[in-house]
């Protein structure tokens, strides 16, 4: 059974940062992109980043470039997302995935990956 696992969300007040992980099971990990996707409550579900299989290839929507960084360690079957000089805005659940390249890069769906964990809540205080 496949499962993706986040945590690391919280509450934050604007400016702090908080570390999201993605952690991995039942899967060969290292064949997968990894994208993490976010919404906020009566919004779609946005696409924030994805990593390549073998983390050398990155990719963040524009509203959040310079504020995130995303690695994985695939010994560790884990994906973590550091997000910097957080907003009020990025108020909402995070959402990791995972899709067969080139999902995530040549297209970036929600409905085009394969597995979803269940969220974790990021709340940014002003």
């Known amino acids: 059974q496949v499962q993706l696992v986040e945590s690391g969300g919280g509450l934050v007040q604007a400016g702090g940062s908080l570390r999201l992980s993605c952690v991995a099971s039942?899967?060969?990990?290292?064949?997968?992109?990894i994208g993490w996707f976010r919404q906020a409550p009566g919004k779609e579900r946005e696409f924030v980043g994805a990593?390549?299989?073998?983390?050398?290839?990155?990719r963040y929507t524009d509203s959040v470039k310079g504020r995130i960084t995303h690695s994985r360690d695939n010994a560790k079957n884990t994906v973590y997302l550091e997000m910097n000089s957080l907003k009020p805005e990025d108020t909402a659940v995070y959402f990791c995935?995972?899709?067969?390249?080139?999902?995530?890069?040549?297209?970036?769906?929600?409905?085009?990956?394969?597995?979803w964990g269940q969220g974790t809540q990021v709340t940014v205080s002003s």
């Open positions: 995935a995972a899709g067969s390249p080139p999902w995530g890069f040549a297209y970036t769906g929600a409905s085009s990956a394969t597995y």
């Open positions: 039942g899967l060969t990990f290292s064949s997968y992109n």
């Open positions: 990593i390549s299989r073998s983390g050398r290839d990155i």
